[in-house]
């Protein structure tokens, strides 16, 4: 059997081809949005959307897989978001993670650039909602220690939980 006699045989099946996992986006609704307050609906299949809570707070949701073609669009949002808070105290952004079923490198990466940049301004980006396979991700990199992390949106807000972070 030659190889290419080999391959007719396999005519509908398809070679193995390296991709990102790109799923469909769940769609869902912010709560309390602000006027003025927008999301954003990339072609790259990441949706970004934020809430005003407080003068100094907002939420973002993001759903989504965030990749190597999705982490640029992400810090570029946060960074963005935070820059619009109104106040010159603390300003703090709280990343609702509920639908985000895979985060990669890229991902952490866009997040510690993001945390560089708004820390620097004094601001903190506090997690949401994180599945248990990125916090696991999280923990072995060390970056629980760089951002609280809370279960849910509400806990984050109220401030009741203990995030997870060492020092």
């Known amino acids: ?25 769940r769609a869902f609704a912010v709560p309390d949005a602000a006027p003025g307050v927008s999301g954003a609906h990339g072609d790259d299949g990441l949706r970004i959307e934020t809430s005003r809570v407080g003068a100094g707070t907002a939420v973002v949701a993001v759903a989504g897989e965030i990749d190597l073609r999705t982490a640029g669009p ?3 949002r946060l960074v963005e978001t935070h820059g619009r808070l109104p106040g010159t105290g603390p300003r703090r952004l709280v990343a609702d993670f509920a639908a985000v079923p895979f985060c990669d490198a890229a991902g952490l990466g866009a997040l510690v650039a993001a945390h ?23 923990m072995i990199t060390g970056l629980h220690r760089l951002f609280a992390i809370h279960r849910d949106v509400e806990a984050a807000l109220s401030g009741h939980d203990s995030p997870t972070r060492s020092g």
């Not at 059997?1 to 986006?25: L, Q």
């Not at 560089?116 to 999280?138: F, T």
């Open 74 to 76: 992400l810090r570029d």
């Open 116 to 138: 560089n940049q708004i820390s620097a301004d004094g601001g903190e980006i506090a997690l949401a909602g994180v599945r248990p396979a990125q916090l696991r991700l999280l």
């Open 1 to 25: 059997m030659t190889e290419d006699s080999g391959r007719a045989g396999r005519a509908g099946r398809r070679p193995p081809e390296v991709r990102c996992r790109a799923g469909a986006v």
